[in-house]
């Protein structure tokens, strides 16, 4: 009956979370590269986590692009901002997505749908690092920064390692590097193997990955086979208090191999 499905489901979460070696996980049924409808189910639980999870008070939300976290964003509502006092900011500036994919963008829908605060960082993309290394001393930016570094929750996605880097039109050069590399995953503008190690990392400023270790909560989004060893490369790099929401596809076949 619902009740033996739901356990099942429950005893695969436990499962999955002690493979990674994370804090919880919670798996949506169904296949996200094959269901479109998936994505949805995935931003309807991160929703409802978020709600239960999220402490009350004041919180800074950091938060990445992609189109897992559109689907998030898409499902939050103004009863995540009762008790509480959001911010949305960007994770990190400047990582060459389109538009609609944009971190900023997400941090604007999502503090749009709660009723929240946001602020942005408008980071163009090709840039050289001295151009970065000015703009840190430009008030405005510091302010949003800070505000950054401050940030006491993170939302993001894990992603394909050579599907993010083609989705970021990123030079066939680059690619193969990765390729030779073996980059499996990216999460936050770093690419990891299998192993866990980072191969490359997009010279962007924001959050960087050793920020995680002191947030409070921090939830990945990410689910589809497709994404399977990106996810399980990026648990062993991940903070140990990340919670995961993931699909059946990606969940079975972690834990087949
Ligand atoms: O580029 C932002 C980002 O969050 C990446 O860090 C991640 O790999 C990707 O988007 C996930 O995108 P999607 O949810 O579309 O698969």
Same mark, same amino acid.
Request: one cysteine or more.
């Given at each position: 009956g619902t009740i033996d499905l739901l356990l099942g489901r429950k005893h695969r $979460? &436990? #499962?999955l979370r002690s493979c990674l070696g /994370? $804090?919880?996980? !919670? /798996?949506?049924?169904g296949n996200a590269d094959t269901q479109p409808e998936v994505l949805s189910a995935m931003g309807k639980a991160a929703s409802d986590l978020l709600q239960d999870e999220l402490p009350l008070g004041p919180s800074v939300v950091s938060v990445m692009g992609g189109s897992t976290m559109v689907s998030v964003a898409e499902c939050l509502t103004p009863a995540l901002a009762r008790n509480r006092e959001l911010t949305f900011v960007p994770a990190r500036g400047g990582i060459g997505e389109a538009p609609a !994919? #944009? $971190?900023n963008t997400i941090s604007a829908k999502m503090a749009e749908q709660t009723g929240s605060q946001y602020h942005s960082l408008f980071i163009p993309e090709s840039i050289s690092q001295e151009a970065i290394d000015s703009l840190r001393l430009d008030p405005g930016i510091r302010d949003v920064m800070k505000l950054i570094k401050s940030s006491n929750i993170v939302i993001h996605g894990i992603g &394909?390692? /050579?599907q993010m880097a083609k989705r970021r039109q990123m030079s066939p050069e680059l690619i193969e590097t990765l390729k030779k590399r073996q980059a499996v995953g990216e $999460? @936050?503008?770093? @690419? @990891?193997d299998k192993s866990g190690q980072i191969v490359y990392k997009l010279p962007r400023i924001g959050l960087q990955l050793e920020d995680l270790a002191e947030m409070d909560f921090v939830l990945a989004v990410a689910g589809g086979p497709q994404k399977a060893a990106a996810i399980q490369a990026y648990a062993k790099i991940a903070p140990k208090q990340t919670w995961l929401i993931t699909d059946e596809g990606a969940a079975d076949t972690i834990l087949k191999k």
């Open positions: $979460a &436990e #499962q /994370i $804090a919880r996980c !919670l /798996i949506v049924s !994919l #944009q $971190a &394909e390692a /050579i $999460a @936050f503008g770093y @690419f @990891f």
